[in-house]
């Protein structure tokens, strides 16, 4: 399989030598980490206000669920089309429109006054995240050129996106405890505010690609199959996996998916152009993010339950028992990924970072109903969260490595989207994996006259074995997601992680039908 580098190569365009670094690159950095912060903490940091928000405005238990799925399905559903807006209308110009929306959903959702108000500022959230996240990523790759700085910036863009979610915990944790639910929804707008100033300051924008044209057919296929895989696993715990709605949009998102790629080896201006996903370097990291978040969002839900409902933890306490796995991440990926990426090839830090992650969900399935949080969940946490660190970053390089500058908008809407529909399929297939295994054991060791003090033993003790099961399928997860990069990320040092052609170049390049052409001759 040739990759579009070296499809780029035999049609004699060759890699331009970067320009002079932009003075305010590293000022530039903070404004897409905040923006990148903002977006993954607010898959969390709801949560914990979730059960102050049902209470206030009488939710039912059916429906609470729909705070976070309206989220996830917009979210998750869009990037395709975020990340070609991106690149077809600029990137600063559809960040700094994501960061606007954002913050004006999140004054929405703050100020609701019933749960469809909430559950509609929610889904207007996760429209402008699939705008604002891949705007973020494809700016990264662009504003920095010298591969050692580059480094630096993906191990922070990285030890941002994997301990975001821990973040989120923490803060939801304080805002709920000491202000109020409201301002879980509340604080984005500051962040969002200063962000965009930042942007309108120090970023550059991009041109939009002369005669590009948005592929219609393909947003309808490609986003409306994700829509439906995303909203078909959020629905099949609270429905079932045999229920007729959720195996109906599971097999029609399938379908659909699968016109979609026919149809992108036919458009002419396709949405995702297919020597993106071609290329065996970038298919081994979205491969590899899909897996890893299907062991790790499951994790966190468990987790956070066993903490609060079988150890008794406060939200707040809660969050910063998080807060050394956050330490971990950040350690790991900014002070051996970004420090190894330009000298080891990709695969020398995934495998090895999978590996560990995986050896620390094993350590979790060590934890009972005793509170044993320094001796069992402590060290599990701390390995689980370095081995994250030593991973997130070379994915998230090795994915947008040696993407024209007009295509890195989908390729980092691409590896969002590995990363949400991996988290919705963890989320679900988990779950019903934990309550099967909850149910069975405490229907063998149910006996019969138990009174209620042995009734919660037993049920506490059911839940943990539950958590234990899907842990273990967690961490099945996680090396299969090692084997994903042993085997295709085959690559030396990521010395040109981003675009490896300029945008003078990237307009000769020939189009999709020659570069498929030249692949099928190989």
Request: glycine letters at 12%; charged letters at 15%; one cysteine or more.
């Amino acid at each position: 399989m040739r990759s579009d580098h070296g499809a780029m190569s035999d049609q004699g365009i060759r890699p331009t030598q970067p320009d002079e670094p932009d003075p305010n690159r590293w000022w530039a950095l903070v404004v897409i980490a905040l923006a990148q912060l903002m977006v993954v903490l607010d898959m969390t940091i709801v949560n914990i206000a979730l059960p102050s928000a049902q209470r206030e405005l009488g939710m039912s238990d059916n429906n609470r669920q729909w705070v976070i799925t309206a989220y996830t399905l917009a979210f998750g559903g869009l990037l395709l089309l975020g990340g070609r807006i991106a690149d077809l209308a600029g990137r600063k110009r559809t960040f700094i429109i994501g960061l606007i929306g954002f913050a004006a959903a999140s004054a929405l959702g703050g100020a609701a006054t019933g749960e469809g108000m909430l559950y509609a500022a929610r889904a207007l959230q996760g429209v402008f995240a699939a705008l604002l996240a891949p705007a973020a990523l494809s700016l990264l790759t662009t504003t920095f050129t010298d591969p050692k700085e580059r480094g630096k910036a993906f191990g922070i863009f990285g030890a941002i996106a994997g301990g975001g979610s821990a973040i989120g915990l923490m803060a939801g944790g304080l805002l709920t405890e000491y202000l109020d639910w409201r301002w879980c929804l509340y604080v984005n707008i500051p962040i969002a505010i200063v962000a965009a100033a930042g942007a309108l300051r120090l970023l550059h924008d991009s041109p939009g690609r002369p005669g590009a044209r948005l592929d219609v057919p393909g947003v309808l296929l490609g986003c409306g199959g994700l829509l439906a895989i995303v909203f078909g696993f959020s629905e099949a715990e609270p429905r079932g996996w045999d229920d007729g709605l959720v195996l109906g949009m599971l097999i029609g998102g399938v379908v659909l998916l699968a016109l979609f790629t026919f149809w992108m080896t036919r458009a002419r201006h396709p949405l995702l152009p297919l020597h993106i996903v071609k290329d065996r370097q970038r298919a081994g990291a979205f491969l590899a993010m899909g897996l890893t978040t299907i062991g790790m969002f499951g994790v966190f839900l468990f987790l956070t339950y066993y903490l609060q409902g079988v150890l008794g933890y406060s939200p707040l306490k809660t969050g910063f028992a998080y807060l050394p796995m956050t330490a971990m991440i950040i350690i790991g990926s900014t002070q051996v990924s970004a420090r190894l990426l330009d000298r080891l090839p990709p695969r020398a830090l995934m495998v090895p970072g999978l590996l560990l992650a995986s050896l620390g969900l094993v350590l979790l399935t060590r934890i009972g109903v005793e509170p044993a949080y320094a001796s069992r969940v402590l060290p599990a946490i701390m390995i689980l969260g370095f081995g994250m660190g030593c991973t997130f970053m070379p994915v998230f390089a090795t994915a947008t490595s040696g993407v024209a500058p007009h295509d890195s908008g989908v390729t980092s809407a691409t590896l969002n989207t590995a990363q949400q529909v991996g988290g919705s399929v963890g989320t679900a297939l988990l779950n019903t994996i934990a309550t099967s295994a909850t149910t069975a054991y405490a229907k063998d060791h149910a006996v019969p006259g138990m009174g209620p003090a042995q009734q919660r033993a037993l049920g506490l003790k059911s839940t943990v074995e539950g958590f234990h099961t899907a842990t273990w399928w967690a961490a099945g997860a996680l090396l299969l997601a090692a084997v994903a990069a042993a085997v295709l990320v085959n690559g030396g040092p990521v010395h040109g992680t981003g675009p490896a052609v300029s945008d003078a170049a990237a307009d000769a390049e020939p189009d999709d039908a020659a570069v498929r052409s030249g692949s099928e001759s190989d």
